[in-house]
């Protein structure tokens, strides 16, 4: 059975940095996107970043130019650079990879940034 375990999560204050990671394992095939949501209690899940295979990016506009998602694909690995943290992206992030018959999804890791 597939599992997705993240980590980098935190309390960091605003302007702080933090990086996630999730690992697949074991590996999956034919992975189409990696990728990391986030939500906050009472609030549907958003789509922060997400990397096709091909490499292709996109962002969340409030993210963009201060969150950097990459892979180590040899490792399964889906990272999130986030710099420059802001109050409002505290939540649980939770990364999801998807291939052409369904997808996974990380427990979750809190992160919390204080002003």
């Known amino acids: 059975q597939v599992q997705l375990v993240e980590s980098g999560g935190g309390l960091v204050q605003a302007g702080g940095t933090l990086r996630l990671s999730c690992t697949a394992s074991?590996?999956?095939?034919?992975?189409?996107?990696m990728g990391w949501h986030r939500q906050n209690p009472g609030k549907p899940r958003e789509l922060v970043a997400v990397i096709s295979a091909a490499g292709t990016t996109w962002y969340e506009d409030s993210v963009k130019g201060r969150f950097t998602i990459s892979t180590d694909n040899a490792d399964n690995t889906v990272y999130l650079q986030m710099n420059n943290l802001k109050p409002e992206d505290t939540a649980v992030y939770y990364c999801?990879?998807?291939?052409?018959?369904?997808?996974?999804w990380g427990q979750g890791t809190q992160v919390t940034v204080s002003s």
């Open positions: 074991p590996n999956i095939l034919g992975i189409n996107t």
């Open positions: 999801k990879i998807t291939t052409s018959t369904g997808g996974y």
